[in-house]
């Protein structure tokens, strides 16, 4: 077996010297191509981008929702729905009244406009109120009339819903109060501006100019990062057309697009400016700057694609379209940085290198030089290395606690906002008939009538169930369907327990009395049944995303502690946000509404910030690499790692950290939990992690951090991030 310090000699090339221009690899070509060609390489990103705007503009979007499950209750359920023809196929909205002198008394106003509601388009069946007396409140003020729509929420277009409610709301005086709920309902309600991207954009603008002293050089890591969100978000709408994408999955799009864009671009930026202080002229600045940190971001955004497209792995629709959308996203991103910045910094390099060379001589006059603090930090945590580490990784430890107990499940109308149409017909439901009206289950029976009466009367005396609806029966006439109301909430843990008991404890028995097949579905169950499939899939996605993100660090570093340490520091700031979360949303922490994480979280957060992870990972430890290789001093190898990096890890964590905390003014939940999750973890990883445990746990190392056995060294290819 070989020596920690004979194996670690061939990993890279030492760090570059500033006389040696022959040393370019590349990416260092690739920036002399857009310094030769700046002129074109700005004006192609300019018409490329122009081009998918008006090609999308043009196209327009398709975005979908696709939450189908093979497999589950609940898909079963909507398939036999469409096979036999039932007009329960569809999932429904409720269109609530209420009368404070009896809603009867308006029975002529409600009458005609629900006979015109079932003649519009979208809409398979109206089931009046005053057709079914369980439909009206016991002291007769409050009323509901079943919409059924002729296919799930998102089969039907958002304009057809939209004319539901306008037509509803139509007959609403100062007597009679008409809302519209459902799932349906919610996503055809206006949706606001896009006040968290301007929040994040101005305050990325804010920390650059603070960061660099200049409006010139906090500008270009913006402009390359807009130019890149621009890009993408025409080229996923486009791909709409080809692929199943969510239509929540735009604003994604901003949050992830303009952190990760101006993050790469300020990787390579400060690179740049330490190459400008360290004496290259800007030519020379920009090939070193793009063969260094612009790998660097490169490998950091592979990693990212690679931890999204292994979203695949979970098999869901939606999420699929999801973590394509935001991988193309971030390989636009990854692209504009490694060509259009490039083109940028040749084009301003004679002012930026003034700007940079007045700034190093203040510093100089005042007796500083740059990274002084960090090189102080880093001494400080070498000095107690095992008390730093315990610190950090006890104060991680505490926050994931919470994420054991996390509960997975979707936002309904009790979260939409107060002035929602969605919110007062769940809120009034909940009054007239108790909070479960506001998520029925529906349970399929595959029988006779007889075999759905049956059914029905065993449902309506099961412990949790409030109410439940005549069996309706199908076109064909071998299904019924029976609506069944619970006594719980659709989020509340109550209604989780009554899908299972009616699965596992009811429906059997009933089947071999009746010999029908009984099957719980609708949103409800749907929801249930996607959060469990979910919660089951994740640890094979973990797994496979470490793993290949362990093996890509094993190559590039050719060590075999720096992989594990990444992994099991990333998954600890990854876990802590998700306690975070948990504590918010989950247990109403901070005057949030209490309820279930939106099952998408974790898998999304996780993709993400895992990758993201890689960027502040490879950009210190490989700025440590270079000392250690030239050196050979493991101490002073540190020292200067954290020196050289801990300003512009420190700023680009800022700046993702408010893109995406912006995202918690949004009015939508889930918006706010994704945006919450990134920020903590952006800020736990690139503070508690990068700046404290990393440096602790490779002074620690020493010179065995960069030991690989001899045998897998000879194996291993030879790759370089320096």
Known sequence: MSSPRGSAAPLAPPLLDPTDSARIGRFGALAGWAQRHRWAAIVLWMTVVAAITLGSSAAGSAYKNDFTLPGTDSQAATDLFKKHGSDQAGDSVEIVFKDTSGVKDSQAAIEPMLD??????????????????????????????????????????????????????????????????????????????????????????????LLFGSLLA?????????????????????????????DFTPPILMLV?????????????????????????????????????????FFAGCTVIVALLGLVALGLGSLQGIALAVAITVLITMAASL??????????????????????????????????????????????????????????????????????????????????????????????FGPGFNGPLIVLVKGDQAAGEAVQAELAKTDGVAAASPALPSEDGELSTVFVYPTTSPQDEGTVDLVHHLREDIAPPLERDTSAEVLVGGST?????????????????????????????????????????????????????????????????????????EAFIPALIFAIVFGLSMDYEVFLVSRIHEEWTRTKDHSLSVQEGVASTGKVITAAAAIMMFVFGAFVLSSDRMLQQFGL???????????????????????KLGKWAWWLPAPLARKLPKMSIE
């Open 116 to 209: 015109k509601v079932k003649q519009m388009a979208g809409v398979a069946d109206v089931r009046s109120p005053f057709a079914d007396s369980s439909a009206v409140s016991k002291d007769g003020t409050i009323a509901y009339a079943s919409v059924t729509l002729d296919g799930k929420v998102e089969d039907v277009p958002k304009e057809d819903v939209a004319k539901i409610i306008n037509v509803a709301q139509g007959i609403s005086s100062d007597d009679l109060q008409v809302e519209v709920g459902g799932e349906a309902a919610r996503n055809a309600q206006d949706k606001a501006g896009p006040t968290a991207e301007l929040v994040g954009i101005v305050a990325a603008l804010v920390i650059l100019v």
């Open 218 to 246: 906090a500008c270009l890591p913006l402009i390359t990062a807009l130019f890149a969100v621009g890009g993408a978000i025409g080229v996923v709408a486009l791909a709409s057309h080809i692929f199943t994408v969510a």
């Open 257 to 297: 697009g303009l952190g990760v864009g101006v993050d790469y671009a300020l990787l390579i930026f400060y690179r740049y400016r330490q190459e400008l202080v360290g004496g290259a002229q800007p030519d020379e600045a920009n090939r070193k700057a793009l063969d260094s940190a612009g790998r660097t971001v």
């Open 339 to 432: 060509v259009l910045l490039p083109a940028l910094l040749a084009l301003f390099g004679q002012r930026l290198q003034r700007h940079v060379l007045k700034q190093t001589a203040r510093t100089a006059q005042k007796g500083r030089t740059e990274g002084d603090r960090w090189r102080a930090l880093a001494r400080a945590v070498q000095r107690r290395p095992i008390p730093t580490m315990l610190v950090g990784v006890i104060a991680l430890l505490a926050l994931s606690a919470p994420a054991i107990g996390m509960r997975l499940g979707f936002a309904d109308s009790g979260n939409d906002p107060e002035e929602t149409t969605s919110r007062q017909a769940y809120s009034l439901l909940a009054e007239g």
């Open 525 to 597: 169950a749907a929801s249930q049944d996607v959060s469990e499939t979910l919660a089951n899939r994740l640890p094979l996605f973990v797994a496979v995303v470490v793993g290949v993100s362990s093996l890509l660090l094993l190559l590039v570093f050719r060590s075999i502690w720096i992989p594990v340490k990444a992994a099991i520091l990333n998954l600890l700031s990854i876990s802590a946000a998700l306690g975070v979360i948990t504590l918010v949303f989950q247990h109403g922490w901070f005057g949030a509404e209490s309820g279930p994480i």
């Open 677 to 699: 999750g990134l920020a903590v973890a952006i800020f736990l990883d690139a503070v508690v992690i990068r700046c404290l445990i990393v440096p602790a746990v490779m002074q």
